[in-house]
């Protein structure tokens, strides 16, 4: 297969480097298993990563183009996209320290929020288009390559968040107090309020 298709190889690069770096879904999984535990950020995970793979193949079908056509679809998804991150981070923020309980019904970020949320995130559009230009190459086979750059973001983003589940799995020992609590829950907070401003105003 890599006889044919030579850029496959850096793509898995790209799709490792474009998973494990922090942006707004790590700190979501971060947040979520240290807060409630591993398996609460599982539905996280298994969301955003099936959600962006789905985008690779769609845009390998042409269904991206309108992002470039419409510069106003592009910054009207943009918006929508910080204001659910702003209100999530908010919800972070002012999360009551019982949160940390196992049993605890407080409304979480599932499968779903975290699925959509990669859907008005322009930037996740854009990272498609990119990987299917670079990377997808052209002629006949251009489509089962798509297939499989889909595939692969899939299975390589989904150790990748799982690594930061385990991160925060992991830290949770470290907030056994309400203090300690309430600042990591403060703290990621912000770190997530930062990063989608910080996407509209780059």
Partial sequence: MLSSFPTFLPFL????????????????????????GLMAAVPIILGACASAAILVLLVGTGAGTSLIEWPALQTLMQWAGVAWLSYLAWQIFRAPVAAIAADNA?????????ASLQWINPKTWMMALAVV??????????FVHVMYLS??????SLPCLGAWAVLGAG?????RSPRAMQRFNRCMGLLLLGSAWLSVLA
């Fill in 171 to 175: 830290s949770s020992r470290w907030l």
């Fill in 106 to 114: 407080e409304k979480r970020l599932g499968l779903l929020g975290a």
């Fill in 13 to 36: 690069l790209f799709a490792f480097v474009a998973s494990i770096t922090p942006g707004p879904t790590n700190i979501l999984v971060l947040s979520n298993s240290a807060r409630f």
């Fill in 133 to 142: 230009s670079v990377f997808a190459g052209v002629g006949e086979d251009r």
């Fill in 151 to 156: 595939l692969a973001f899939f299975l390589i």
